[in-house]
């Protein structure tokens, strides 16, 4: 398409950008002047524009959502702004040139004058505005079909998991269909525990997940191993007689420990994560339902391997509690079960109770985009949340991926737009709530 | 459905595009309506080394000036590209579409002035001969 101009008058955008003075130049329709529906204008950021130039950005979405745009690490809703203004397109002169006997419409001018050309009259342009991934379809995804025991005795019977792949998402099935930027996804499938297995993104059944880290306890028991150091190579290798593949033995001391040095070799050594181990048996036990607080802590504290303490305030953002007359009860409310979006995870909270204390709503409602310190938090506890806008302090209460994840909101940004806040007296504690 | 944006073009040879850009419509006549290619809309002067511009369309002038565009913009095209993978079926609907960004703009020539007929500014010279003389009428 691109030749050699036909008409050497014809100076495109370059002879508009770089009009000498004292010099004019004619505008005129250009040959192949028309809508070109397929030719748009996206304003971007000098930031993004690298990343655009460099290929490193992609137009996500199925035919039913609106198209986002996806750099390596972050995601843009694409918005649509008119003008009624009219805006003439010109491109360089040896763009969009077609064969130089296309049949001539308008009359020429005979004088020598520069022609710049209009490709088109644009109706407005595309403009990004950076927004959260959109990950709960991710969990919906996964949730079709979790790894379970089955899958393992599958993996032995050759090919046989090539019958029935339903429900099940490799990396680039989930990139086709998740609107989030590489890394957001990632860090999506990271908060979900999810595990790529022969090449598909899982996440495994709660009682498989339950039988894995016994096993790995039971095993530390039988081979008086330390939970501060657990070699990789031995947890592997032991988990695998009992029936464990590799992977998800790996996967297991991912959810429930932490990488304490690199090793020998490619071995690793690992160290059990006493909170999230706990964690687990606190949500086995309380899948039953509602539990009076004593015969929960009790229970709690038999069913943890020895050594380990638990603690009410380890299962922040896991349970909550509630008074019936002199007792108090304990249920569980975990906010991996509460969507990404705000408004969606508002709706939620609000239904569950109507009206929330700071210290029960905290959890459930941080943002990722800034973090308070708890201490800082509780010195300007009474004070109105505006006045501690812009005194931010980063990364104190416990980050966790399941966190709210809107650009440019921050808490207390996010607490203003869904909830009403109501404090009867100066020193009583705040009171959220929905709007 | 993963659309990559591509750029054939390459990093700082990306081919700049510029707008001139106006308020309202420019409305050809109507015998023009339906073969606008090639006709001139008017004609652009900078009438002094400053940035400042003046379009002349028909009897009007408009008064404006170059300025850079607060953020950059790409000109995207979209292409329907066949899929290599057809299959027998249906052949015709195995497309890919594909972005490419074939041109920058970081510079319009805005107009934001009403514009200003030529015909009743007053001339030094005599009156009668200002219509006959107009240079720059359309066609």
């Not at chain 1, 990139?175 to 495994?204: F, K, P």
Request: with cysteine; charged share 25%.
């Amino acid at each position: 398409m691109e030749f050699e101009s036909p008409d050497n008058r014809e100076g495109g955008a370059d002879a508009i950008l770089n009009l000498e003075p004292n010099s004019s130049i004619s505008i005129a329709y250009h040959q192949c002047f028309g809508p070109h529906d397929n030719l748009m204008l996206l304003e971007v950021d000098e930031k993004l524009l690298t990343d655009i130039l460099h290929e490193r950005a992609s137009l996500r979405g199925q035919p039913d959502e609106d198209a986002v745009l996806c750099t390596q690490s972050k995601t843009y809703s694409i918005k649509f702004v008119g003008t009624s203004n009219s805006v003439f397109l010109i491109p360089p002169s040896d763009q969009f040139v077609l064969d130089g006997n296309l049949q001539e419409c308008g009359k020429k001018d005979s004088d020598e004058m520069k022609v710049a050309s209009v490709i088109k009259v644009a109706p407005g342009n595309m403009e990004l505005v950076e927004v959260a991934p959109r990950l709960d379809k991710l969990k919906l995804l996964l949730s079709q079909n979790p790894y379970n025991i089955n899958d393992t005795f599958e993996i032995d019977e050759l090919d046989s998991i090539g019958e029935d792949k339903s429900g099940l998402y490799t990396w680039d099935n989930l990139v086709s269909r998740i609107q989030a930027s590489d890394t957001e996804l990632r860090s999506g499938l990271e908060s979900l525990l999810a595990v790529e297995i022969n090449g598909y993104w899982r996440i495994l059944e709660e009682n498989y997940k339950d039988g894995v880290l016994n096993m790995l306890l039971h095993n530390m028991v039988l081979n008086d191993w330390s939970p501060n150091a657990l070699s990789e190579h031995e947890v592997i290798s032991v988990l695998k007689v009992d029936g464990y593949p590799s992977e998800i033995a790996q996967h297991c001391l991912q959810i429930y420990g932490n990488k304490v040095d690199e090793g020998i070799g490619d071995n690793c050594i690992w160290r059990l994560d006493e909170r999230r181990v706990c964690v687990h048996f606190a949500r086995r036990i309380l899948e039953g339902g509602k539990m009076k607080m004593e015969r929960f802590m009790e229970e709690w504290v038999r069913k943890v391997p020895d050594g380990m303490h638990p603690t009410v305030d380890m299962l922040e953002g896991e349970i909550l509690t509630e008074k019936l007359g002199i007792e108090t009860w304990i249920y569980s409310f975990s906010i991996s079960s509460l969507p990404f979006s705000p408004a969606e995870r508002f709706s939620i909270l609000f239904r569950e109770r109507p009206k929330w204390e700071w210290k029960d709503l905290q959890p459930y409602v941080r943002s990722d985009f800034v973090y308070f310190s708890s201490a800082f938090f509780n010195t300007l506890h009474y004070s109105v949340f505006t006045s501690i806008h812009g005194k931010r302090l980063h990364v104190s209460l416990l980050p966790t991926s399941r966190d709210l994840k809107v650009p440019g909101l921050t808490s207390e940004g996010l607490l203003l737009k869904y909830t009403r806040r109501t404090q009867p007296t100066m020193d009583a504690e705040p009171v959220f709530c929905a709007r | 459905m993963e659309i990559k944006v591509k750029c054939s073009c390459g990093e700082g040879k990306c081919p700049e595009w510029a707008i001139v850009e106006l308020q309202g419509v420019v409305e050809a006549q109507s015998s023009f309506q339906d073969c606008l290619q090639n006709l001139q809309i008017g004609v652009l002067c900078r009438p002094s080394s400053q940035e400042n511009y003046t379009l002349t369309v028909g009897y009007h002038e408009l008064m404006g000036a170059k300025v850079p565009l607060k953020k950059p913009m790409l000109v995207l095209k979209k292409l329907k590209v066949p899929d290599e993978e057809e299959k027998d079926g249906d052949s015709s609907s195995s497309s890919r579409v594909e972005m490419d960004v074939i041109g920058i703009i970081r510079h319009k020539i805005l107009f934001k002035t009403r514009p200003k007929a030529l015909i009743s500014k007053p001339q030094p010279i005599v009156k009668e001969k200002v219509g006959s003389s107009n240079p720059i009428m359309p066609n």
